[in-house]
């Protein structure tokens, strides 16, 4: 922001922000108050605050957000490596890449949630199944960002090895991963949204167990609207803080490294 | 181009082709011999077979219909109220400073978040389906068009200023040109993300649609059936992004957008 900022506009900017959320807040608490909207159906925003309270308090919430974060640590585990090796051989291999891409291609096209009942016949319908599929959905994103990276990589650099009579790993260590490391890092920043979306997509659709997206559909059978608000909320603030430290951890890595 | 290069483009389509040709053989020999069961893979040749079954008896294009419509209507009213709300944000500082910070933070609450919520008071009807693709069509086209109009040249804008024109003229000769190509991409992943939205609600909340089919197949363990649908599902999923790309690079050169 440039210095021609007055103090004014400036301690406008966060009343202006904070004025469309507090009318809606607040038309929706008095929709429920006068009683033009269903109480027993839509929670009213002091609800939705009890619910948190009460959930906080209880312990559940904890316990939930700590099984969902588990295992959407273990699904992206599994799949970033194993995107980053697929995508490193398919990028520095043409004709593996050339081999490999159609196949991987076609398997992209399909609508990631429609692999959920062929991974539930194979893998069952636990844990296991859960983990792979929030594996399979964070394995494309890094796949191809990574290949992208490395069939990225500047001519002018390789040139450089050749002159320089670099061996093989030299040349992958020293030129190749690191002009391939901002491309592969913005692919491990998509793989966390893909993976915990990925989570409470399998908590819905697998069996029932701790979980956010669990006890997310069990509120909604009993029709509680405010336990629902409330662990729709710390699904978004959690995708929020993934992608917060994803982009800030990859500024800072770039900067040290003097990329960016 | 390629006339030009007979062996080497075939050479390149036969090695394109080769390994899902080979994936393809392996498969129908590993469960001809008995190597896998079809309880757990159906041979290629069967899932062939289910398809043109399936869509024999009419119940792959009833399903793919009802689908078809819900995601054509989704996207329709999501991406109509995105590019309303998202043009308004873009031209206008004072609703873009009142309105960024709520829609902002709705965009954060994805769709597969909004699902349970909704099913409170819609059930498991058409609603229901309409309301999650549009919310999935309305943020992508939102986020883009907002953006695109944002980030048009201040020089584009100053020569609007110089030539006087009027305040239509800079839209339909400034303004909307130089946004188009964002605006077409909000648009395209919107498509895209409707698709996907729809494929989430059918399998969640659903008694009919495409979607569905893959749960009923999954219910009998008919996997042939599964991978047929899954098949579908692809190929409507690639060929709605072709489409579109095709029209964005077909109306960018038109309208001399970049």
């Not at chain 2, 229901?128 to 693709?133: M, S």
């Not at chain 2, 992508?140 to 109009?149: I, S, V």
Request: net charge positive.
């Amino acid at each position: 922001m440039g210095g021609g900022v007055n103090a004014a506009a400036r301690l406008a900017r966060p009343a202006s922000a904070l004025l469309a959320p507090v009318l809606l807040i607040a038309a929706w608490q008095a929709a429920i108050s006068l009683g033009l909207a269903d109480g027993g159906i839509w929670a009213s925003p002091a609800a939705v605050v009890r619910a948190a309270r009460e959930a906080v308090a209880e312990g559940d919430l904890a316990g939930d957000l700590l099984a969902s974060l588990q295992r959407d640590l273990a699904g992206l585990a599994l799949g970033i490596p194993l995107g980053l090796a697929t995508g490193l051989a398919l990028g520095l291999s043409r004709a593996a890449g050339r081999l490999f891409n159609p196949s991987l291609t076609a398997i992209r096209q399909v609508a990631l949630f429609s692999w959920v009942p062929v991974i539930s016949v194979w893998l069952g319908n636990d844990e296991p199944a859960k983990i792979a599929f929030i594996a399979f959905a964070v394995f494309f994103p890094v796949m191809l960002a990574t290949q992208q990276g490395v069939r990225g990589v500047d001519p002018k650099y390789l040139e450089v090895a050749v002159i320089l009579n670099m061996r093989p790993s030299q040349t992958l260590r020293a030129i190749i991963l690191p002009a391939a490391l901002p491309a592969a890092l913005s692919g491990i920043h998509l793989a966390l949204i893909y993976g915990w979306l990925a989570t409470i997509g399998a908590e819905y659709l697998f069996s029932a167990g701790p979980g956010i997206g669990s006890e997310l559909m069990t509120a909604r059978a009993q029709f509680r609207m405010d336990q629902v608000i409330v662990g729709m909320l710390l699904i978004a603030g959690i995708g929020m803080m993934f992608t917060q430290a994803a982009g800030a951890a990859e500024r800072r890595l770039l900067r040290a490294r003097g990329l960016a | 181009m390629t006339a030009a290069w007979p062996t080497r483009a075939g050479g390149a389509v036969l090695i394109t082709a080769a390994v899902p040709l080979a994936l393809l053989a392996l498969w129908q020999a590993a469960v001809s011999a008995g190597a896998a069961s079809p309880l757990v893979l159906p041979a290629p040749a069967e899932v062939l077979t289910a398809l043109r079954d399936m869509l024999g008896d009419g119940t792959l294009t009833a399903g793919l219909g009802i689908s078809l419509r819900r995601a054509a209507t989704g996207f329709a009213v999501g991406a109509l109220a995105g590019l309303g709300l998202g043009a308004l944000m873009g031209l206008s500082g004072v609703a873009d400073a009142a309105l960024r910070p709520l829609f902002m933070g709705l965009l954060n609450v994805p769709v597969l978040a909004w699902i349970p919520l909704l099913m409170i008071p819609l059930g498991i009807g058409e609603t229901l389906k309409y309301v999650a693709i549009s919310i999935a069509a309305f943020s992508a086209t939102l986020l883009h068009t907002t953006r695109a109009l944002r980030q048009v040249p201040p020089a584009l804008i100053e020569v609007g200023t110089i030539y006087r024109l009027t305040w239509q003229q800079r839209l339909v000769h400034i303004l909307l040109p130089a946004a188009f190509p964002g605006v077409f991409t909000g648009l395209r992943l919107g498509l895209t993300q409707a698709w996907q939205s729809l494929v989430v609600v059918e399998l969640v909340a659903s008694t009919d649609g495409i979607g569905y089919l893959s749960v009923w197949a999954r219910q009998m363990f008919r996997l042939d059936q599964m991978f047929a649908v899954m098949i579908v599902i692809g190929l409507v999923g690639f060929a709605l992004d072709r489409v579109l790309r095709a029209a964005e690079t077909r109306l960018a050169r038109q309208w001399g957008g970049a």
